[in-house]
């Protein structure tokens, strides 16, 4: 069965005069998170912008799925499941993306971490997330327990092409 939403992000024009005005760096993070676009019921367009050799902690997707599509540079994906038996987080893959590829997961498909793997050039990502959610799991070190992660409060580090003033992630045990 074709995902019809995979398919309509492969077809994208997603050349930088499309996207650039909503490319916010912040060279102090590992990347930035900026709204496009949402309803705040079904759905939340974001591009994240990776600076070089930075990836996200693992994390799980509250939602129906997560399309990505590469916009400039490459990007890795690492993807885990939960191990049981040794309360682990498991590597099952580990792929790298670029050339406006896209990319899909849900929680189903296992965690995951997705990071900018070059060292000289900075990485943007188009996200689709539905629907959209305020909190995730995140595991933060390579030696955290499947079953304790960490709970993060997500906000935006610009909305609509304009900056925002919050923090990008206020991270609490749960």
């Known amino acids: 069965a074709d995902d019809p939403v995979q398919s309509l992000f492969a077809r994208l024009d997603l050349s930088p005069e499309v996207w650039k005005k909503y490319a916010m760096f912040d060279p102090s993070r590992k990347y930035t998170r900026n709204l496009i676009s949402t309803d705040d019921e079904t759905y939340t367009l974001l591009l994240l ?22 916009c400039q540079g490459e990007i890795q994906e690492t993807r885990y499941e939960v ?11 580990d792929e790298s993306f670029s050339d406006s590829h896209p990319a899909f997961i849900q929680d189903s498909m296992g965690y995951h971490k997705v990071g900018n793997p070059s060292a000289t050039v900075p990485a943007v990502t188009l996200h689709l997330y539905c629907p959209p959610f305020q909190k995730c799991k995140m595991w933060l070190g390579s030696d955290t327990k499947a079953s304790e992660p960490s709970s993060a409060h997500i906000s935006n580090f610009s909305e609509y092409g304009v900056k925002s003033s919050d923090q990008m992630f206020a991270v609490n045990m749960i």
């Not at 912008?49 to 939602?63: A, L, R, Y």
């Not at 191990?83 to 682990?88: G, I, R, V, Y």
């Open 49 to 70: 912008c990776w600076n070089e050799g930075k990836f996200s902690p693992i994390h799980d997707h509250p939602c129906d799925g997560c399309w990505l599509r590469v």
């Open 83 to 93: 191990n049981e038996k040794s309360d682990s987080l498991d590597m099952i893959s």
